[in-house]
């Protein structure tokens, strides 16, 4: 929010937080798009967008409880209004809130075919850990986009 952020991938966070931000804030500085096109398309996939209970809680009834009033048809649209963080895409929230804020988006993510599911590499995590490494080092102008790309290529190819 210094003006000078190319690119955030958690923009449901960024929504709120630069919002939030009223001296720097403004329609124009903060815009989301479909992700570039590449070989496979236009693609992304979303995380975080569902709740777990972790296998050996102690209170596994009242977590289910607590899950079914969170994710109701009726609550979970108070939370997508309350924080872009909490916002679901599913049904009762889209209907009541698709043409605002950060479901706008996520409509136009829906329309365009752009999200998929999220591809599974033993690897994965080490790719990220690459993706974003080389992705700050381009953003704080340590490396140009060629070389960025460059990188980009080795270091995945090396994952196997």
Not at 109 to 126: F, G, I, L
């Amino acid at each position: 929010m210094q003006d000078q952020l190319l690119t955030m991938r958690e923009w449901t966070f960024f929504w709120d937080v630069a919002k939030a931000n009223t001296q720097w804030y403004s329609p124009e500085k903060v815009s989301i798009t479909v992700p570039p096109e590449g070989p496979g398309g236009s693609k992304t996939w979303a995380g975080g967008w569902s709740w777990a209970i972790p296998r050996f809680t102690k209170n596994k009834d009242a977590a289910k409880e607590f899950i079914r009033y969170i994710s109701s048809a009726e609550t979970a649209p108070k939370l997508a209004r309350a924080s872009s963080f909490l916002v679901a895409s599913r049904n009762s929230v889209m209907s009541e809130l698709g043409g605002e804020g950060i479901t706008q988006y996520m409509k136009l993510y829906t329309n365009r075919e752009v999200v998929t599911p999220r591809p599974y590499h033993k690897q994965s995590a080490k790719a990220e850990s690459i993706i974003d490494e080389i992705g700050q080092a381009y953003l704080t102008n340590q490396i140009d986009l060629d070389q960025a790309m460059a990188q980009g290529r080795q270091r995945i190819a090396a994952l196997g």
